[in-house]
């Protein structure tokens, strides 16, 4: 099941450090020896279809997604949706035996993408988390100066895909469920080389991803923003000083930390809807975070669910790129601030509280499939997406045209752009031959 057990060297500036990918037996026994249970991926991308696969629950409801009202109704629809069928193995009443959640799910399908337990932000041994940016302060959350100045607390997601996306997955990865890309025939290394992959998931798509924060002592450091919220144990790193009070920081090592889940974000796809777009694939996306201030979703007033979940507050929806093509609901607090303020809630695009970007949601995920292996798709000129992506579609159409050479795309799926880059690279020279250096 896994792509890579040798420990590889990762060169993070000044510091040399040899990494451990996930799993390694001392990984192993440190997870064992504190009574939790190792990550098992959810690799299985074509198995029987389960009772709640075909349910599609926004449908019939004459949903239009450039309405705030509507777009609310769709959000706590999806939130409901994918909360739903995680808890069963929890044998506790109030759903606190969080080890034993989001690991198996009898009602709903849902897969995860191979070959991102590579580098340094590789998949964690416990619940298999990838390891993303470090958190800054936001206007849902103030974080503590001397945090937010070092880049002391990395976030670490978790995503999952429908049974309608899987059916992606299940094409692109062959042979059948070996986890290798579709690579056996060299297909694979000459659609990369001449730009005609091109991904397209099915309308009813919905992929999620819960997120966490690697900040030590939390509970302290972020006391009244953070109370009482969803935590795992897992195996992860952040920046932490090397020596207490010196200046050196490492963000390579690993251990067992206890982390808050603070924001999770959703994508969905469905051209039934009304306001999806074309030039958006129909994709649209949403974003929650904790707050304990909420008063909930009533959609969820029927799960047994772990109470905490039920404060992560829906703060909008994205339909377009552009600046106003975002709903922010009624208190809930957005983070997109491109000229180092935050818009008018009227005009603004939808960003997460932990996404310390300029752009937004989709004017990032626009970038998957152009963001991988630019280089070589380009035939070797330099062309690149700007930093973090997108503020316009105008821009965003322009760099697909032919002109740019950029063609390329995995339908808004940042993980996939991440897999096959570890993939491209673990194969540099049969993809990309030494002239495309
Ligand atoms: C700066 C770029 C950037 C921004 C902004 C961003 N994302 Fe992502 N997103 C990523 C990357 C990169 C990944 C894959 C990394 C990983 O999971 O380890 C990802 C993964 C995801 C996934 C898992 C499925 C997938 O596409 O891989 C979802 C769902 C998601 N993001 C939703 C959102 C939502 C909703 C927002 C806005 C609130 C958002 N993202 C903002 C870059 C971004």
């Known amino acids: 099941m896994l792509d890579v057990l040798t420990p590889v060297p990762y060169n993070l500036r000044e510091l040399n450090k040899i990494v451990n990918p996930v799993m390694t037996p001392e990984d192993l026994a440190k997870v064992h020896a504190a009574k939790l249970t190792p990550f098992h991926p959810l690799y299985d991308f074509n198995a029987p279809a389960k009772s709640l696969d075909t349910d599609e629950p926004w449908l019939g409801l004459n949903l239009d997604v450039t309405k705030i009202q509507d777009a609310e109704k769709l959000v706590k629809i999806l939130q409901r ?24 799910n009898p009602y709903r399908t849902w897969c995860q993408t191979p070959w991102l337990n590579v580098t340094e932000k590789g998949r964690e041994a416990i619940h298999g988390l990838t ?38 997955y299940d094409q692109f990865f062959r042979p059948r469920n070996t986890l290798s890309f579709q690579d056996s025939e060299g297909k694979l290394a000459e659609q990369i080389r001449n730009h005609s992959i091109n991904i397209k998931a099915k309308d009813g798509s919905v992929n999620f991803k819960l997120l966490f924060s690697a900040m030590q002592d939390w509970r302290e450091q972020m006391k009244d923003q953070w109370q009482g919220a969803y935590n795992w144990d897992a195996h992860v790193s952040t920046n932490h000083k090397v020596i207490p009070g010196s200046a050196e920081l490492d963000q390579s090592r690993r251990s067992i930390m206890n982390i808050p889940h603070i924001q999770m974000d959703v994508g969905f796809k469905d051209s039934r809807i009304a306001g999806t777009r074309d030039e958006l694939n129909y994709w649209v996306m949403m974003t929650f975070y904790y707050d304990p201030t909420y008063s909930g979703n009533e959609l969820l007033n029927d799960l047994n669910i772990p109470e905490p979940l039920k404060y992560m507050r829906p703060v909008g929806l994205q339909y377009g790129i552009n600046a106003g093509e975002s709903h922010i609901f009624p208190g809930a607090k957005n983070n997109h601030r491109p000229n180092g303020v935050e818009l008018p809630y009227t005009a603004t695009r939808l960003n997460g509280p932990i996404d310390s970007s300029p752009t937004s949601c989709m004017g990032c995920h626009s970038q998957s499939g152009i963001s991988f292996g630019l280089y070589p798709q380009a035939d070797g000129k330099a062309v690149f997406a700007p930093w973090f992506g997108f503020l316009t579609q105008q821009d965003y159409d322009h760099f697909l045209s032919p002109e740019m050479g950029t063609g390329v795309s995995f339908d808004f799926n940042m993980q996939l752009d991440e897999a096959m880059k570890n993939f491209a690279k673990a194969k540099a020279n049969r993809i990309f031959p030494a002239s495309h250096k």
């Open 81 to 104: 949706y994918v909360y739903q069928g995680w808890f069963e193995k929890d044998q506790s009443p109030d759903k606190s035996d969080y080890n034993n959640h989001f690991r198996e």
């Open 131 to 168: 390891k993303e940016f470090p958190l800054t302060s936001s206007p849902a959350f103030k974080v503590p100066e001397e945090i937010d100045k070092n880049g002391l607390a990395y976030s670490w997601g978790l995503a999952f895909y429908n049974r309608r996306f899987c059916e992606v």
